[in-house]
């Protein structure tokens, strides 16, 4: 057999691997906080000959010349598309300008780090173990600021306003950057407003949220006094793996968005971004439902876990007031361990350390676009407890755990009806007995 013979014989074996996790991933209940499906209209685009195209954001039509002279042919079409979803953007998020050029959320944080604010400045965050980003304080201080944590209040699961005061009495901050992972309640985005003052740059990550702020569910960050509003757009958000930015002042949009232009972010990649338009334009359309089914699922879900006999973390008995939901892990053998459990039962949810706590982390937003709803959250809740506290055989729930995920194949709260891409009704009907619900 020749080296090539070999090779391809290779590449055919690791292409076939890739392909079980496609079809692993297609069998899997997906729950993880941090991850959505987009439309299938939008989906579409993913393989558009345009993914092998330069974009350089324009109002011109057919050609585009850039400010360093470079000439291009334009995408007229994406273009008209991207000024419709600003529009529609700038509308759902209170905003004066809509950015949607960062290829991710990490990419948008890096923006926003290098344009307000200046090697040797301090930059507030939140600490990963109190459900901040892994990645903030590092890439802070590979820039050269200061990186601070936020001070934390682990029992009401909110910033320590107090000692808050205190820290920027002793260490005045340049920038706050809210960028919260575990977000069950609103952040006091006023208060701290008015600890910091006007000086300080404000900035809201919603990446968790975002889905829920467009639909009118959530927190208003930048009417509440954020100047600028960001976070990656495949979470509540249900589009693609990209970033947005948008800005309470258009005059301080204007000048971030050039200078991030001039040499932080280049081509914009049509397809994501045709993605995030169809995306944005359905949350016009359906945002407010969804976000609302999103919570309602969540509440759901939390007290159904709840009544099945888990620990949640909660804030005075209230579990959530978001599409998340914490299990706490201590209480059932370990969040690692019992999250391996679901993982081999069929279920995709994540563990990890937020209010310094071991917990399993759970979203709804997946499930919701797929059109499950309150009767869906109490099998899932079943589901889990046969797993983790009855010690079923994963096999035997797996086999349910299938059923039920195969028996939503559409996209809800899009406009895949309207473009012929809808499959028929969803099969699954809660109004019957739950098949294993005799066992």
Not at 87 to 107: C, I, Q, W
Not at 221 to 229: K, Y
Not at 243 to 258: N, V
Request: proline content about 3%; overall charge negative.
């Amino acid at each position: 057999m020749s080296s090539q013979d070999t090779f391809i014989k290779t590449l055919k074996n690791l292409i076939q691997d890739v392909r079980q996790d496609e079809q692993r991933s297609r069998e899997t209940l997906h729950l993880t906080s941090y991850e959505n499906r987009m439309s299938k209209l939008a989906e579409s685009f993913l393989n558009s000959p345009l993914s092998y195209r330069y974009n350089f954001n324009s109002d011109a039509s057919d050609v585009v010349k850039t400010g360093t002279g470079l000439m291009l042919m334009g995408l007229p079409g994406v273009y008209e598309l991207e000024a419709a979803a600003k529009k529609v953007a700038n509308e759902l998020f209170h905003s004066e300008l809509a950015f949607f050029r960062p290829t991710s959320g990490l990419s948008a944080t890096l923006c926003t780090v290098n344009t307000t604010s200046n090697p040797g400045d301090t930059i507030y965050s939140i600490d990963p173990d109190d459900g901040g980003h892994f990645a903030t304080k590092h890439l802070a201080e590979r820039c050269g600021r200061v990186s601070r944590f936020i001070p934390w209040d682990s029992k009401n699961l909110s910033i320590d306003l107090d000692a808050f005061r205190k820290s920027i009495k002793q260490h005045p901050a340049q920038m706050v950057l809210f960028e919260h992972g575990t977000p069950l309640f609103n952040l006091p985005v006023k208060e701290v407003r008015e600890i910091v003052g006007d000086e300080t740059v404000i900035v809201y990550d919603g990446a968790h949220t975002l889905g829920l702020i467009a639909g009118g569910q959530f927190q208003d960050p930048l009417r509440e006094g954020a100047n600028m509003l960001q976070g990656n757009t495949h979470k509540t958000f249900p589009g693609p793996e990209k970033g947005m930015i948008f800005f309470r002042d258009q005059t301080l949009g204007t000048k971030i968005t050039a200078s991030i232009g001039a040499g932080l972010i280049s081509n914009s990649h049509a397809h994501h971004l045709i993605c995030l338009c169809i995306t944005m334009l359905e949350m016009l359309e359906f945002g407010k439902a969804y976000a609302s089914e999103m919570i309602a699922n969540g509440a759901a879900l939390a007290q159904s876990l709840a009544d099945e006999g888990f620990n949640l973390v909660n804030r005075n008995g209230i579990f959530t007031t978001s599409h998340e939901i914490l299990i706490e892990g201590d209480a059932i053998g370990g969040n690692y361990e019992a999250a391996q459990l679901l993982f081999a039962a069929g279920f995709s949810v994540n563990a990890r350390i937020a209010f310094r706590r071991n917990i399993i982390r759970l979203g709804t937003e997946e499930v919701t676009r797929r059109g499950m709803k309150k009767g869906e959250m109490r099998q899932i809740a079943r589901l889990f407890k046969r797993v983790i506290l009855d010690k079923e055989p994963v096999e035997n729930v797996k086999k349910d755990v299938i059923f039920l995920n195969n028996s939503f194949a559409n996209i809800h709260y899009s406009f895949d009806k309207e473009f012929g891409l809808w499959k028929g009704d969803d099969i699954y009907d809660t109004a019957q007995d739950w098949r294993r619900e005799s066992n």
